[in-house]
């Protein structure tokens, strides 16, 4: 049997194997495997101090990545505005390559004892008397036993929901990606590039290997925000921007390419605990995408849980509560900022994706208090 089951192999599952195993947990880290990789593979800079205190301090550098040494924008403006790394003290931040960043990850936790399982889902059948009986899917069922549960597996929170937590979803917030290849001779940029447009705004940013992401995130009721086999609509809005068309004009775009879709909306959990069971990462708060917080929250809140089940495993009777309190600090944090920076840009206020965003209520503390928080 073992102490925790983490479902969920990405950055904040990987973060919360290793704390537990680090603390001397036995830990099994059950990963999907395959699927879609997130959209905008970004990592702040100061992130670095996050890795070292996770002991992960290895997972970014040794090549695979490279670095973001500049944030531009068009926002409020056509004029573009820049955030050089130069003068941040942790230095520059990091466009990643996914896929090796979690293996590196999920491989520091393994190094500390964690058992990692490919597993595409994680069912929990029974509880009893403290111990969960969970079901791992895969070619080769298998059943694992454990005392408790992390919720790791994105914004489907799928273990917390199956258990009676609800989504809060705040809007409908889409992203519709599309990779580039790489284009000759190759580009030299590796700035971030984010630009508002009417109906939404865009992202871009260099990839490993040459090759370049293009995002275009709208709400998924306005058109041309619908999945489907035609690129046109795609292009053309593409068409219509100042900078992201001209960061996009030397890469190929791949034959027959259709944009894919993915979600990219804010939501929260009702509860971010429960009996035997807690959440972290997408799973508990996700973000907007324009906050490049995702994958730098996803690590807090996996050591954070992590730390707090270690703790209550221990005998700690409010360990639990103070990490719903830490989780909803972060949430109204990010709820200000995301508003802040919405209404900045004025120039299409009768549009439908930024009246929304303009009119939307200040977010207020007491609205996102958790039952064991109330009182």
């Known amino acids: 049997m073992f102490d925790v089951v983490v479902a969920g192999g990405g950055p904040a599952g990987a973060a919360a194997a290793l704390t537990l195993a680090r603390a001397g947990r036995s830990v099994l880290l059950a990963a999907p495997g395959g699927g879609p990789l997130p959209v905008g593979e970004a990592l ?210 791949p034959a027959e390419a259709v944009p894919r879709r993915a979600s990219a909306h804010t939501a929260c959990l009702d509860a971010v605990h429960g009996d035997g069971w807690i959440v972290a990462g997408d799973a508990a708060i996700a973000f907007d995408p324009l906050s490049s917080q995702g994958i730098l929250t996803a690590l807090y809140t996996g050591m954070r849980a992590a730390e707090a089940v270690h703790a209550h495993l221990a005998g700690d009777p409010v360990a639990m509560a103070s990490y719903a309190t830490a989780v909803a600090d972060v949430h109204i944090a990010y709820l200000h900022n995301r508003r802040l920076f919405y209404l900045y840009e004025k120039r299409w206020p009768s549009h439908p994706f930024w009246y929304r965003r303009h009119t939307e209520p200040a977010p207020h503390p007491a609205a996102f208090r958790t039952p064991w928080q109330a009182g």
Do not use: K
């Not at 895969?138 to 989504?167: H, I, K």
């Not at 990779?179 to 447009?197: F, H, I, K, R, Y």
């Not at 709208?218 to 900078?243: E, I, K, Q, S, Y």
């Open 44 to 253: 702040p800079a100061i992130a670095r101090t996050l890795l070292r205190d996770l002991g992960a301090d290895h997972a970014v550098p040794g090549g695979g990545h490279l670095p973001c040494h500049t944030t531009l924008s068009a926002w409020g403006s056509p004029l573009l505005s820049a955030v050089d790394g130069i003068r941040n003290p942790h230095g520059h931040g990091w466009h990643l390559d996914r896929a090796l960043f979690d293996q590196r990850l999920r491989r520091c936790a393994e190094e500390h004892g964690a058992e990692t399982v490919p597993a595409p889902a994680v069912r929990p059948v029974h509880r009893d008397r403290g111990t969960w009986t969970v079901a791992l899917g895969g070619r080769r069922q298998r059943t694992a036993r454990c005392r408790w549960l992390v919720d790791a597996t994105g914004r489907r929170a799928a273990l917390a929901t199956a258990l009676g937590a609800r989504r809060r979803m705040l809007d409908r917030l889409v992203a519709l990606h599309l990779t580039l290849g790489p284009c000759c001779p190759p580009a030299s940029d590796t700035a971030t590039l984010v630009e508002a447009a009417p109906d939404g705004w865009w992202y871009t940013a260099p990839l490993p290997g040459g090759r370049r992401l293009l995002v275009w995130y709208t709400d998924a009721d306005l058109p041309g925000a619908a999945p489907g086999a035609d690129p046109g609509p795609f292009r053309t809005r593409l068409a219509g921007t100042l900078h992201i068309a001209a960061r996009a004009a030397p890469h190929p775009f």
